[in-house]
Nanobody, 127 residues
Framework: QVQLVESGGGLVQAGGSLRLSCAAS????????MGWFRQAPGKEREFVAA????????DYADSVKGRFTISRDNAKNTVYLQMNSLKPEDTAVYYC????????????????????WGQGTQVTVSS
C-alpha cells in the first residue's frame, strides 16, 4: 500500500502561483506513475497532469498547458505541481494519484487507472 498526502493548496489571486506537493509513504520502493486531478463543485474529477516513473514523460490537460508543470523527486518520494498564471476556473480540490507500473515512460490519464489517491488539497483562485 502507498499513502499519498498533498499539501500547498490555498487562496491566491488570479495571476498568482502555487506549488502543490504530494508525499508518498509506504510501499515506495515500487515503480509508480503519478498524476494530478482536480474536482470542482458539481463537476466530475478531471485530469490535470501526469508524469511517468522516470520523469521522462509528462502530459497536461489543454486547459493548463503552458501554465502548470509537473515534476517528481524519487529520492524524496514526492511529486510536485507548479501552477502559474492561475485563473478563477482553476479553483478546485486537487488530488494526487499513483499507479504501479513496469514502464519508465508510460503515463496515465483516466481516474480508473490509478490505484492510490490522496485526500485532496483546496485551491481557490479569486478574481
Amino acid at each position: 500500500q502507498v499513502q499519498l498526502v498533498e499539501s500547498g493548496g490555498g487562496l491566491v489571486q488570479a495571476g498568482g502561483s502555487l506549488r502543490l506537493s504530494c508525499a508518498a509513504s509506504g510501499r515506495t520502493y515500487s515503480r509508480y506513475a503519478m498524476g494530478w486531478f482536480r474536482q470542482a463543485p458539481g463537476k466530475e474529477r478531471e485530469f490535470v497532469a501526469a508524469i511517468s516513473w522516470s520523469g521522462g514523460s509528462t502530459d497536461y490537460a489543454d486547459s493548463v498547458k503552458g501554465r502548470f508543470t509537473i515534476s517528481r523527486d524519487n529520492a524524496k518520494n514526492t511529486v510536485y505541481l507548479q501552477m502559474n498564471s492561475l485563473k478563477p476556473e482553476d479553483t478546485a480540490v486537487y488530488y494526487c494519484a499513483g499507479t504501479g507500473t513496469s514502464s519508465n515512460y508510460r503515463i496515465y490519464y483516466r481516474v480508473y487507472e490509478y490505484d492510490y489517491w490522496g485526500q485532496g488539497t483546496q485551491v481557490t483562485v479569486s478574481s
